[in-house]
């Protein structure tokens, strides 16, 4: 997208845009070992954090700390049991009314059959192995997926990035669920999944063991960070964008717009050099001048062959850094290798969606 394309935002606009998406925040209580656990919920209070995620390795005493925990603070608590024997613990979320419940997957020894009087918000965990099909049988009344991106129950793993490719693949199979993360959430790692529209993360060593509770929280949830994630470890890939060739029709470009539901559509030659985009400004204009005589509306009266675009070596920094260099406001920026060919998109639509 070149300026043509845009309606007239500053950079400090854009900026400012970026900085207020909506991504929810669930600090891992237990990931803390040191401080007194009522201590430690009044600081994160104080922060205003989202939810208080609470492990439970198949010990039922977990409901003692949720019910102290209720004694002193109205945060949503967010439960995640790891057990083969889940309905023991039916009892207990029932008691507590427990906000959010999340079931372990792989621990499950048969399908779960929750009690009509659950009334959480229901939530199964997978970790990277498991195939996010699993959800597929609780679709119909569980609310969320939980993708741990590490070993489940242990503080202070890396982010597999394995797992930013399953978010976008759960994303445009089951689209009316929500979504949240759960391992090695960073400042980093939180802007990227927050800008792939990932609805709530769950921050253990990060937060909790920061020496400033409400820094750590902020940095999660801003975009004025320092990341050398490569845009390539998330980027939409060349698979799954809408792309034509120069030679294609006006319908099929529209075909092409409409199948993907991003709002643009990228054209290329042969060899898979980007020639430039078509966005949906690009094709008003084009249903402006040539209105009347659609059929005679070629790709070369509505592309944009000078799009902003960036490397795939690029890092988020370098990505930031660029949006930041733009006066216009952008939704979509193509990323090429060293030859022009299209190698993906980063698009930010979450971003503004959250706004």
């Known amino acids: 997208m070149d300026k043509k394309s845009f309606p007239t935002f500053s950079s400090a606009s854009w900026f400012f845009v970026l900085l207020h998406p909506v991504l929810k925040i669930s600090a891992s209580i237990y990931s803390n070992k040191i401080k007194p656990l009522e201590e430690l919920v009044k600081e994160l209070d104080a922060v205003h954090v989202d939810y208080l995620h ?4 198949d010990d039922l005493k977990v409901f003692d700390d949720i019910k102290r925990i209720r004694t002193f603070s109205k945060t949503p608590i967010d439960l995640h049991i790891i057990s083969s024997e889940p309905e023991k613990f039916y009892d207990g979320i029932i008691e507590t009314n427990t906000d959010l419940v ?3 997957f792989e621990n499950l020894k048969k399908p779960l059959k929750l009690p009509a009087a659950i009334k959480s918000k229901l939530g199964l965990a997978i970790v990277s192995a498991t195939p996010f099909n699993v959800f597929e ?3 119909d009344t569980f609310d969320f997926i939980l993708f741990m991106t ?3 129950g242990q503080s202070g793993g890396v982010f597999n990035k394995e797992n930013f490719k399953k978010i976008r693949d759960f994303k445009n199979k089951f689209p009316g669920k929500r979504i949240h993360v759960d391992g090695g959430v960073t400042d980093e790692v939180a802007f990227v999944l927050r800008n792939m529209g990932v609805n709530s993360v769950v921050s253990g060593s990060y937060l909790v063991n ?3 509770l409400g820094k750590a929280l902020h940095q999660l949830r801003s975009n004025d960070i320092t990341s050398h994630t490569s845009i390539s470890d998330f980027m939409l890939t060349k698979e799954e964008l809408p792309t034509v060739s120069s030679s294609a ?3 099929e470009v529209l075909q092409s717009i409409e199948k993907y539901n ?20 690009d ?4 249903l402006i001048k040539n209105m009347g005589q659609l059929e005679k509306i070629q790709v070369k009266d509505i592309i944009n062959p000078n799009p902003f675009k960036i490397k795939t070596s690029a890092t988020v920094s370098e990505m930031l850094s660029f949006i930041k260099s733009i006066k216009p406001i952008i939704l979509f920026l193509p990323v090429v290798d060293d030859t022009n060919v299209l190698q993906g998109i980063v698009t930010f639509n979450n971003l503004i969606k959250g706004e």
């Open 54 to 57: 609470v492990d439970c390795n």
């Open 102 to 104: 999340t079931f372990q």
């Open 137 to 139: 049988a609780y679709q």
């Open 150 to 152: 590490t070993t489940p």
């Open 210 to 212: 920061a020496d400033g």
């Open 249 to 251: 029709t006006f319908l």
């Open 262 to 281: 991003l709002g643009f559509t990228s054209v290329t030659d042969s060899a898979g050099k980007l020639l430039g985009i078509i966005s949906n400004a």
């Open 283 to 286: 094709v008003r204009r084009g």
